[in-house]
């Protein structure tokens, strides 16, 4: 997971735009966007096998804790058996396990929404640019046509 974690930070460098520096951007985006995806895609498969984890254990416990009860004919109530399995320590290490890996794919999912703004943002950009280059090359000929009709009259 350690590697992992490196990875999504050194993407996370990635979301900022460089304006000075934009065609590298428009090539390297999509690259970098798989691999925010994949990133995402695999914290994800991560989260929910951990929280797959945690509800499969609880079951087994209810289960195991409500045989013991009836073998042993105790009465039991259901919030016994919920503060039972909630304070298992099993079930607590498992518990920090999801939330940790929880904690990794809201990140990974995050970084991902930042990239397909990125991703607009350059779309953006692009647009103004080249209105902007539209602009000054009709300024530009508007500007050469006036100085042509000045010498010439």
């Known amino acids: 997971m350690n590697s992992n974690r ?12 460089d304006e000075t ?7 390297s985006h999509p690259h970098d966007f798989y691999h ?7 914290a994800v498969s991560v ?7 945690v509800e499969t254990y609880e079951a087994d416990k209810y289960l195991e804790w409500r045989r013991r009860y009836i073998h042993n004919e105790e009465k039991f109530t259901e919030a016994l058996l919920e503060k039972l399995v909630q304070n298992d320590e ?5 518990v920090e ?4 890996a929880k904690r ?5 999912t995050a970084l991902k929404d930042s990239f397909i703004q990125k991703g607009f943002m350059l779309k953006i950009t ?10 000054e090359s009709s300024y530009a000929s508007q500007r050469r046509e006036a100085l042509n009709n000045f010498r010439r009259g």
């Open 47 to 53: 989260r929910d096998l951990a929280k797959f984890r």
């Open 6 to 17: 490196n990875r999504l930070d050194q993407l996370e460098q990635l979301v900022k735009i």
């Open 90 to 94: 099993g079930r607590i290490k498992l």
């Open 36 to 42: 925010v995806s994949t990133g995402a895609a695999e």
């Open 21 to 27: 520096n934009l065609e590298a951007e428009l090539i």
């Open 126 to 135: 692009v647009d103004n640019r080249r209105a902007d280059n539209i602009t």
């Open 104 to 108: 990794e794919a809201d990140r990974w």
């Open 97 to 100: 396990t999801y939330l940790e």
